[in-house]
């Protein structure tokens, strides 16, 4: 919004390229670090500025379209971002003692409703349809379609497309391997699962019924 108000009216062909160039080289390279990682803190952090870089991809739109498309992915990031890392850091438990891909093999069977809900997390960064990560690149590469950044759309997609491989790595490493032994981990705290709780139901919500978020903040955005 401040960037609407205060910076949008003297931008131009310079700030447009700024946007442009900024988001390919953020989601391109936020993905192939992540790729690399075999620490999931690591792997998220990273995909994170991956995302940043999806993001940056509705300013180089300078649209409508695309500042809406901006705010309602940061909405659904928010939710399945604080679900996967939540869970991380929860299973993670006190120094860290469970941070690598390998520490998750065989969660689905070792604890059942945690490896779920991080499945769904990944699978919506991923963007699957079905949850509110698919719609969210959906707006934003469809306001950059409209606005004729094809050439950026395309790398967006295959970008989408590469950091389906290190999500996909932790829901195969989460039910299809078998884990070496149960774990410990502390047990889930009743603050953990509402959290939980909220950031699955909005993320299957904002994934099949987008329409009403999506309209509200059309809303928000100054016309042009």
Known sequence: RIYLAAFEPIGGEITFWIFWVSAALTMTLGNFAALTQTNIKRLLAYSSIAHAGYILVGFAATSP???????FYITVY????LGAFSIVTHLAGKGDMRVQLEDFRGLGAERPTLAACLAIFMLSLTGIPLTAGFFGKFYLFSAAVKSGLIGLTVLGVLNSAISAYYYLRVVVMIYMHEGPRPTPTPKVSWGLFIALGLATAGTFYLGIFPEWLLQ????SIPLP
């Open 78 to 81: 928010s939710l399945m971002n």
């Open 216 to 219: 509200k903040t059309q809303n």
């Open 65 to 71: 379209e695309g500042h809406a498309a901006i705010i």
